[in-house]
């Protein structure tokens, strides 16, 4: 099994671009939802939901992507934002909001819709770490970890092709040991 | 019905010679438009079938070849009378592409004037439309590969035409057919009985008999002492469909009976299982013009048929040899088993062989025809071929297959003094499927009856029904097993309704074999007295294992089930594939490239794309470039970034071009603005782009469209018409729409196509649309990603309020192909689009 391991390159455990999910930078954190909860990936028998979703221009050009905590974070009402993010141990922690007592459950609901009609270009991850077609597969573990990215898009030819998820490098890495 | 009329005729202001002008532009404008909108139809509705699931026939991609050629040339012509003569290039552009479709077409054109016949050393393949592709593909193996096959002529597909036209015979054929229920034998019967007859009395015209003599005497002269045989040669035989063994045959014609069985071969394509054949492929006889060869007989010591492939299992790196001694329709006919050789491709070693019991074998009669004598008894066990003769055989079989690219399945005969001849070569029917690897277990099955030969691979249950003539077919039930003890002429009429053909005699070799694998009916030949199968209680055709087991066993049939991949080896799957190469890539994206020109259009959809944008800028600009503003009519100045060019049809241009610009608040088009409304109150989505300005082009952008993804929008309108053509994106909408005080003479139509995602995507967001527009109250039909809709009838207020509902709904789809990944995220759009329209279960439309 490692003498196949020589030979597995991004671009065999890729999944294709137009078989991944992807909305336009405008669309809101709400329709996100929907393209993470709607969608299924079926990869060698497997399903799963996707816990990524790349984001294009009108051009169709890859911008950034979404994870579920950029949502997550995204969603946040204005109300809990008093202080940095990175004071505060988690999201929607309540530890250093001195207002939260002052908030009534239903302002904090509001406040979230309100949230979930904002753009996801506003929260994404501009896209700065790609592998390429080519590289192989323990490149891409490199890249990965280095970048703490569970999803990279792939590139070959300078355009983007497809994108290769750390659960499908891990499953072919595995392979080695099973 | 919605009916359309002009909107012109509703507000016709005061003469005015400027506005005639306009008016009259507008007239073909509107007659493009409508034009466009029928190919945008049908080049959708052949890219939807081309994905593969759905159905279609021959008779489909004919009619929808016809159609759209018909609407491109149409397009053109508009597009002259509205541009003038500087577009006639389109027509040349047209024909080229024409001429390439013509190419592609199994049925070629009409059959045109050409000569009644053709030495066989004359023709190549190239002319299977005019001498059918029997006669093409001997004349190609003799003249281009100098291959052994016997001298002889074509009697072309033009003879049969004249004979018909002569005697006044196609209408009156057609009309018999048009009536025929191919599905009740009886019918079948009684309209071939009449057809045959009118032929069979027609007499062959002078100018056609006199050179079919002429030709035969040549014939004669060259080759004395030899006899022939007078074949089927029907033009789209042995392609596109095999119609193997559907025609007739004269071996050893008497040559004052060769003008009697010349008509009895034109009669023969209406036997009823020739009828049955053509009608259940959607064939309409018109395609399938007959020609006819009349080629010197080989006095065959043995004969048979050469498979370059295993049929059933095209991995394998053999091919067969099938052989019978005397002439080969003993074989085909599946009256004799053959011996068969097995031979390794890469070597020409033998690596198999089974060498049948011969009884009988089919002979030359001296009195003309042929007559089955008894195999001497020394002959009876001893191979037909010697070893050298079947390796000879191989390496011409695949010097054959080299020449043609594919597989073949050639029929072959070996004189007495050891000569071989080729006497047909045709592309080899072979049925792709993998043999499941799952392994089932029949140990507990009682087997009837084992030792059989696939014929053609799967599994069925059903009831035994034996047959033995054609007199037994009438009444065979549907989904029968069907079983006899040797084929015979007949059993394709009851093909399409069958479980299963086991028989007694025969193998793959026969024209059954042929015909099962087209019509992929698990067949086994080599089972002992199937006759006797019980017929009281179900049984199991295992036509991979060659076995017949007692009972139902549906486990087998679905383990046993071929892993067809529905069209990959289907010939007529290729055929739309090759054909849409030819009609739909649009190759001209982009109206500022400087490729945007009509030596460009390699396609249909090209012309068609061509003459649109040309067609608006004739309207708008008089041919001017878009973009030279000064030659702008009017244009709409709104907040929303799309740039709306617009033709009044009842107002006169300002002469300052400062006073072109039209607020949206004062259109002076009721039906404009009631739609502008409704975009401009859904809002625009997208006003900057955030703050990240790297991106990264993908494979499923565009080249070409990143200068103007989305072009210009055109409108012309008046105080109560609009149609209104509307890039955005990379989709396009057209909306059109009469609202008067007159309900009964007011409509909307919508049309969209397109989109940047991939075809599935988009064909979701038509879904989508299609959905809110019938919740809307449109009748609407889709093709691929193309819908059109329409509705009628509507008071003002309801006129209003729909085409506020457009408006926004042609907003909020805006790129959502993008996100339509699934059909669940799809039907998530639907309603959440449903519930902001007013337009959820429960609630009162918009």
Known sequence: ?178 | MVRFRDPRKSSRPKEDSALDAVRSKFAAFLALLERHHQAMTIISDMEEKSQGEYLFDLNYIRTSVAQIRNCVSRLVDIMIELGGARYQILRDRFAEIGARIDDSLPWCRSTGIDRFTLPLAEIGREQACSVGSKNAQMGEMKSKLNLPVPDGFAITAWSCRHFREVNDLNDRISKRLAAVNFLEYDDLVRISGEIQSMINRAPIPDDLAEAIHTAYRELATNNPGARFALRSSALGEDSWFSFAGQYATFLNVQPEKLLECYREILASKFTPKAIYYLLSHSLVEDDLAMGVGLVEMIDARAAGVLYTRNPVNPESTQLQVHAVLGLGKSLVDGRCDPDVFHIDRANMEIVGRTTALKDIRLVMSPDGGTVEESVPDEERTVPCLTDDQARRLAELGVEIETHYNKPQDIEWAIDHDGRIFLLQTRPLKIVSTETPSEPIDVSGFEVLRSGGVTVCPGAAVGYVYPVSSVDDLPGVPDKAILVTRQPFPGLVTVMGRIAAIVTEVGGPATHLGTIAREYRIPTIAGIDEPQTLPRKTPVTVDAIEGAVYAGAHPELVEARQPDYDLFADMDIFRLLEDLLVHVAPLHLVQPADPGFVPENCRTMHDITRYVHQKAIEEMFYGGIRVGDSTQVFHRLKTEVPLTVDMIYLDRELPKSPSRREVKDSEIGSKPMEQFWSGLMSEGWPHKSRPKYQASFPSVLGHKGRESGYSENSFAVISREYMVLSLRMGYHFSTVEALSTSDSNKNYIRFQHKQGGASLPRRIRRVKVISELLSRLGFVHQSKGDFLSASIGHLDGNRMAEILHAVGRLTVMTKQLDMALSTDQIADWYTEEFAKRLGLAAGENPA
């Open chain 1, 1 to 178: 099994m490692p003498e196949r391991m020589k030979h597995i390159r991004a671009g065999d455990v890729m999944i294709p671009l137009d078989q991944y999910p992807h909305i336009p930078y405008w669309f809101t954190l709400r329709q996100a939802m929907v393209e993470m909860e709607k969608s299924d990936l079926l990869v060698e028998g497997r399903q799963s939901l996707p816990r990524v979703v790349l984001i294009f221009d009108e051009r169709y050009e890859l911008m950034g992507m979404v994870r579920r905590r950029d949502i997550m974070r995204g969603l946040e009402p204005q109300v809990l934002k008093k202080r940095p993010l990175d004071d505060r141990r988690r999201m929607f922690s309540a530890e250093h909001a001195d207002h939260l007592e002052e908030q009534s459950y239903e302002a904090i609901l509001a406040g979230v819709i309100e949230q979930a009609e904002s753009s996801v270009g506003d929260i994404m991850l501009p896209i700065e770490h790609t592998v390429d077609f080519h590289d192989h597969i323990f490149r891409v573990v490199y890249e990965m970890n280095a970048s703490d990215l569970s999803l990279l898009p792939v590139i070959h030819d300078g355009q983007v092709v497809g994108v290769i998820r750390s659960v499908d490098v891990f499953r072919e890495v595995t392979k080695m040991f099973l």
